[in-house]
């Protein structure tokens, strides 16, 4: 099998100086001790918290076959096999140009609000149904995450996929000038970070940065439907791209779709993608998840993948944990469907897992349950943007609401009072309740952003009544 890399091929992309008893190669690449395969190379990146050199030694005991260091903490680690670099963080870029420019591969980057990482999935899915796909781990999208997923690109893969984040203008530039997509897409823009941005048109402007990075002859691809849409379109003509794509179901939608069949598990799709007429499943649930996917379809046809092999491979979508993973929770006299939305929440989010929850099939008897945790960042709109969600909640037939935070407390006090579970200032506070209200037939969707700290609140439940098994797609 032909290795990740040389250690010749990184001293000299890094311009490292070898010491020590060097592996020839190394298969993997890893910036955490405890998370490591025997021979990877270990980056000992100095971050806000902690200092990857704190941790170099526990990587080399873990069986990492090289430890990447900066120069200044070098003798540190005498007789250990070391590249020694300036910045091990610059070294990893550096490691990341060399890794795209070696590569064949046709790029596909992917910003927006919401929906990159479940977006990032499913292009993962569809592209892979034609050749040797390369794509980020997890939700690595910052100034971190970007090189090391393009670092570990291996060299002969046909696509390569990569998630671009940010949280304040500038992040994207330097990374998409690093990944230099063919294909670029914005899922939407959506007042997240607005404590930050002051104004969407401001958050547009942060996302349409991902252009400045395109290929010469990539093409943009844009949400028809958002009301950003020209906003964006100006930006990327603004940054030389001669090529849009747009997707959605306004009519003149490039990817346009046509009809759609919601259902509890999953969606059946009909849509026209650049004139390709394409029936399609996709395995996860959600109206959201049907728009990115005609974004996915459009991208993968732009890379010159077969359009029939990745809209089926989109039969195999499946949530994540905590971005809407389904357990089957074993409730006495029966079962209850748990949906983890717990990962992080923001106004678009929290109305698409509403609506998602509305969808559920329940048990006889049972009800519509939504946890729910402050949105964070969202500045001066955030107890309106909280309190507009009761409309979500009405409109999806929401049956009881339990909230958490002082920003939530304004959509509690919205809803009606016969919908109103209990309130209470955080989720731990919260969770007795929740633990106490769960019937049989009972479907219980738990959102909230990261710093609501709602994670602990399914975890709970999963240890008070064990799953079962993933609830399956039908």
Avoid at 299 to 326: E, F, N, Y
Avoid at 327 to 339: E, H, K, R, Y
Avoid at 404 to 409: E, F, S, V
Wanted: proline share 5%; glycine share 10%; net charge neutral.
């Amino acid at each position: 099998m032909t290795p990740l890399w040389t250690i010749a091929d990184m001293a000299k992309a890094m311009r490292a100086e070898r010491r020590g008893a060097l592996p020839q190669s190394v298969d993997g690449l890893s910036i955490d001790s405890r998370n490591l395969d025997a021979g990877d190379a270990f980056f000992a990146i100095k971050g806000d918290a902690r200092d990857g050199h704190d941790f170099v030694k526990a990587a080399l005991d873990a069986g990492a076959g090289v430890a990447v260091v900066s120069r200044v903490r070098a003798a540190d680690f005498p007789d250990a096999p070391l590249l020694i670099v300036d910045d091990v963080l610059d070294g990893l870029r550096d490691l990341a140009r060399a890794a795209r420019a070696r590569t064949q591969a046709r790029v596909i980057a992917v910003t927006g609000s919401v929906g990159k990482t479940s977006t990032k999935e499913a292009l993962r899915l569809a592209l892979a149904a034609d050749g040797p796909t390369h794509a980020s781990t997890a939700s690595y999208n910052n100034h971190w995450g970007v090189p090391l997923s393009l670092a570990r690109c291996p060299a002969g893969v046909r696509y390569a996929v990569f998630e671009i984040g940010m949280n304040h203008a500038g992040e994207i530039t330097p990374l998409t000038r690093m990944v230099r997509p063919h294909v670029a897409i914005v899922t939407a823009v959506e007042p997240v970070h607005l404590e930050f941005f002051g104004t969407l048109d401001k958050i547009a402007d942060a996302k349409a940065e991902i252009f400045l990075g395109l290929e010469p002859d990539g093409a943009a691809v844009l949400n028809r439907d958002n009301p950003l849409y020209d906003h964006l379109v100006r930006a990327v003509r603004a940054a030389g791209v001669s090529r849009i794509v747009s997707f959605g179901e306004r009519d003149g939608a490039d990817a346009r779709l046509v009809k759609v069949a919601l259902k509890p598990d999953c969606s059946c799709v009909h849509a026209d993608i650049l004139g390709h007429d394409v029936a399609y499943k996709l395995g996860a649930p959600g109206r959201h998840l049907v728009q990115n996917s005609l974004a996915v379809l459009a991208a993968a046809t732009l890379a010159g993948a077969d359009i029939a092999l990745a809209a089926l491979a989109l039969a195999k979508l499946q949530p994540a944990a905590g971005r809407g993973a389904r357990l089957t929770l074993t409730v006495p006299g029966g079962s209850a469907l748990l949906i983890d939305e717990s990962y992080n929440a923001n106004p678009a989010s929290m109305r698409a897992a509403i609506a998602l929850l509305g969808q559920a099939e329940l048990g006889p008897r049972g009800r519509r349950i939504a946890v729910l945790g402050d949105m964070l960042e969202l500045g001066a709109e955030g107890e309106r943007l909280h309190r507009e969600l009761a409309q979500a909640v009405t409109g999806a037939g929401i049956d009881l609401v339990f909230c958490a935070g002082p920003l939530m407390r304004h959509l509690y006090d919205a809803v009606p009072a016969s919908r109103r579970g209990g309130y209470a200032g955080t989720a731990a506070e919260l969770e007795p309740d929740v633990l106490g209200a769960l019937q049989p037939g009972d479907a219980i969707m738990v959102k909230g952003s990261n710093g609501s700290k709602l994670g602990p609140v399914v975890r709970a439940l999963e240890k008070r009544f064990p799953p079962q098994a993933a609830v399956p797609a039908e």
